[in-house]
DNA sequence: TTGTAGGCGTTATCAG
DNA sequence: CTGATAACGCCTACAA
């Protein structure tokens, strides 16, 4: 880049303000003179350094994305969630910069904060999942910019936006207790999630809504891993209990829940009926295809980024919770009893 | 954030210059001095204005990564990539910042190189598996620093990184081929991606090399989704000349493969074997676990990364193409015909 | 080893 | 509607 604001004013014989009110168009310039200062530009090839204008302005014009890299970065619902960021922002001039909340130099939650004292972001998109709270804790105080994202904060002062984890797992339950289901055995994530406690609860606090009596056995726990799903199946399947149906915490456990029935020769839904929480794409894809809880993803985090801009923007503090629903898909998996 | 160096400074009865110097780390600052600095800049609680300090060093601090949102970001691919980025970079200064090459604001190539002009980053880490070399062809005498990431780039003044495709295609019908396999089908990728040309060539060289016939209907071609690789292993196994073995340029149109064996009751690896191209995790936990290829995907992105971090911080240019090994992985889902 | 001078390119503020 | 002036907070280069 070489010309700057002087060179334009120079060469078109007006004020570098007037320059720059009509290169931002903001405030009031004649047409006549915004023609003149348009022309002027494009002759110098002139390009707005961005890095003088942030300085000026005292902004950074970046939102960060605090996410802990391992286990989530690779995930459909990672993207999912990035495209809804992307989506809140694609008409303005803010740039996502990605934060990884795991590595050694976030060791702590006022890191985070750091990042907006030190100018280096405007704002906060915090997506974990797994994460306890004590970290978002931190911020209670400290007021900038933040929003978490796909998960409830405790918090009572932080924003957030996530999806009815619980009611999902419920009226997936409903569903296999319409098809006749009564041995319903349910495959959580692991508990260090918050997400995963909230779809627990929802399968205990449905069974004992039921009087289904839940065994020990029946209530089996993975890392959300296929895996961990497949191991899960092999435990319920081969045990003295067998269940009609199993219901996992999301969408890859169930696959591995599949993958045992098929191992042990389980016929599905025939013999066994089974239902995930995500709705990923391969969910519709796989034979059978799955029952699963959708969430809406993009829009989750869409709505969580713009609640963040217009606190950016409008500097006033938006509202603090937001709950998205979700809903039951049924498909192949899952059948009569 | 309050205080200024100079507040620093003042406190501390030191020039500016001094207290730079002890904050930055670089100069030659006495012990005894270095401790007075740290000192007054620890009372007044001050933290650096990164804004400020980019705008003097003008630079911006930031590192893009241009990316194809849709079809890539939610991938574990694509999450192995933002791995060894961040890898390259977690011991640095340098964040990462998302740049989605499919907005309406990157209608051509030449908005990428405004990035780097307007200074709104330093640097362009490039993953763009799908996008048309035209697109990169604008880069040819603009020079920045820019690293292509996942492909090989005919431009020969571009840098990139990538794996060695077709090697690794050629590795899995070696594999096939040993085990008695004469009847090979290949579903392949979109040919819109070079990196799905590549494998499919690499699949037609083999096949010539050892005189194999490829019936037209052995060469399939799907989206690189689940589904599709189902259709394609449907209409394999349903056809006339019905294949011993099927290999799909990716696992995903592999585990698609799996899906359409089981819905028509072909047993894997007796009846038929299947091979892909990836090792997603998943190919590992499924059942019959799936044989692939291996990419070293986070090293190949943090080679790239590397690469470009040290062109920007030594200005020198680097060596232009660097082709990663793959690697066979052999599973369950392939046996003796 | 420390300090001085000057400038980085834009925007805010206020006056005309 | 337009312009002059004063920051913005730090770094580079050079001097002492």
Redesign the pocket.
């Known amino acids: 880049m070489r010309s700057?604001?002087?060179d334009v004013a120079r060469e078109c014989?007006?004020?570098?303000?007037?320059v720059?009110?009509v290169?931002?168009g903001?405030?009031?310039?004649?047409a006549?003179?915004?023609e003149r200062v348009v022309e002027a530009a494009k002759r110098l090839d002139?390009?707005?350094?961005v890095?003088?204008?942030n300085?000026?302005?005292?902004r950074s014009g970046l939102v960060g994305i605090a996410a802990p890299f391992a286990g989530l970065i690779g995930s459909h619902y990672f993207g999912e969630i990035i495209r809804g960021f992307q989506r809140a922002f694609e008409d303005s001039e803010w740039n996502l910069v990605l934060f990884d909340i795991l590595s050694p130099s976030f060791d702590d939650g006022k890191k985070l904060a750091g990042l907006f004292r030190t100018r280096k972001v405007d704002g906060l998109l915090v997506v974990a999942p797994g994460a306890k709270d004590k970290f978002l804790d931190t911020f209670s105080d400290l007021q900038f910019p933040l929003v978490v994202v796909g998960k409830k904060v405790t918090n009572a002062k932080v924003c957030c936006v996530s999806c009815d984890d619980r009611h999902g797992i419920e009226l997936a339950c409903a569903h296999l207790h319409a098809l006749g289901h009564r041995k319903i055995a349910f495959v959580g994530g692991p508990l260090g999630f918050s997400v995963a406690q909230e779809r627990e609860r929802g399968y205990q606090e449905f069974s004992r809504a039921k009087k289904l009596p839940i065994p020990p056995e029946f209530l089996q726990r993975g890392d959300y891993s296929m895996l961990s799903g497949r191991r899960a199946g092999e435990a319920l399947l081969n045990g003295k209990r067998r269940p009609t149906a199993i219901l996992a915490a999301n969408d890859m456990m169930a696959f591995g829940v599949m993958e045992s029935a098929r191992e042990l020769g389980v016929s599905i839904p025939d013999e066994l009926s089974v239902a995930g929480f995500d709705d990923l794409p391969t969910a519709a894809e796989r034979f059978p295809s799955l029952t699963t809880v959708h969430q809406p993803v993009v829009e989750m985090a869409e709505q969580g980024a713009s609640l963040l801009r217009s606190w950016m923007e409008n500097d006033h503090t938006p509202k603090r919770k937001i709950v998205v629903p979700v809903s039951l898909v049924t498909r192949e998996s899952t059948a009569k009893r």
Do not use: K, P
């Open positions: 700057t604001m002087q014989g007006l004020s570098m303000m007037t720059s009110r290169l931002r903001q405030g009031y310039v004649s006549a003179t915004r002139y390009e707005l350094n890095l003088a204008q300085f000026a302005r005292r």
